[in-house]
């Protein structure tokens, strides 16, 4: 089962930012936090991962708590084509692990214009 | 931009029938993986496969499923006799390490069993 619990749906305005908040209380020291996200029935698509510091790409942010147990990820700018159901998952990250993902429900989260 | 790529998009078949489902991973990677959702449901973990054998598979994945890599690009899901049950999106995925870093995932292939 999914280690991680998610609201299960959020809106936001088009071109403000998304801030989606995952609990993961129960994580690891060597558990990775990653986001992916699903578009309408797509293949999933991954966005961004971290362990405890702010990670920043192009596509969003990732904050996590000094305690690991929470993190949120943020799109700076949210637009429609980011409407999706976005999935936190915690993950072991190291040669020994198996790699397979392990998807809760997520967060449906709709940007309105 | 590389690319997973899968084959068909949708496939519609008779219960009892066998049916493949065909993926093409991005090149270098290693690591290959099958994931099915379920209409409304969440993804589920089917199987993952490297250095042409399976390293792990869920209880969802029993003896009516297999998988193979009959050449260097292709990855290939077998359901020997659908079910009216195994009707989902079926999504293969590839990465470079078993470990760190992103899975890539194709656009999938509907499976609807009759």
């Known amino acids: 089962d999914a280690k991680t619990t998610q609201p299960t749906s959020m809106d936001c305005a088009e071109g403000r930012a998304a801030n989606l908040p995952c609990n993961h209380s129960t994580i690891s020291g060597n558990e990775y936090v990653y986001w992916y996200r699903q578009i309408h029935s797509q293949g999933p698509q991954y966005i961004i991962h971290?362990?405890?510091n702010n990670e920043t790409n192009e596509m969003a942010s990732l904050i996590i708590t000094e305690d690991r147990k929470s993190s949120t990820l943020i799109l700076p700018h949210a637009t429609l084509r980011d409407t999706a159901v976005y999935y936190c998952i915690v993950r072991v990250d190291y040669g020994g692990s198996q790699g397979n993902l392990i998807f809760g429900k997520g967060t449906k989260l709709s940007v309105k214009p | 931009e590389p690319e997973v790529t899968q084959t068909p998009s949708h496939q519609v078949t008779q219960m009892g029938q066998e049916v493949i489902l065909r993926c093409v991973p991005i090149s270098n990677h290693l690591y290959f993986y099958w994931y099915r959702q379920i209409l409304g449901q969440k993804v589920e973990f089917l199987v993952s496969?490297?250095?042409?054998?399976?390293?792990?598979k869920s209880e969802i994945f029993d003896d009516q499923f297999s998988v193979e890599r009959p050449d260097g690009s292709n990855f290939t899901l077998k359901i020997r006799s659908t079910k009216l049950e195994d009707s989902a999106m079926y999504f293969c995925?590839?990465?470079?390490?078993?470990?760190?870093?992103?899975?890539?995932f194709g656009p999938g292939t509907r499976l609807t069993v009759l």
């Open positions: 496969f490297y250095n042409n054998e399976i390293s792990e």
């Open positions: 995925a590839s990465s470079l390490s078993r470990g760190l870093g992103e899975q890539f």
């Open positions: 971290g362990l405890k």
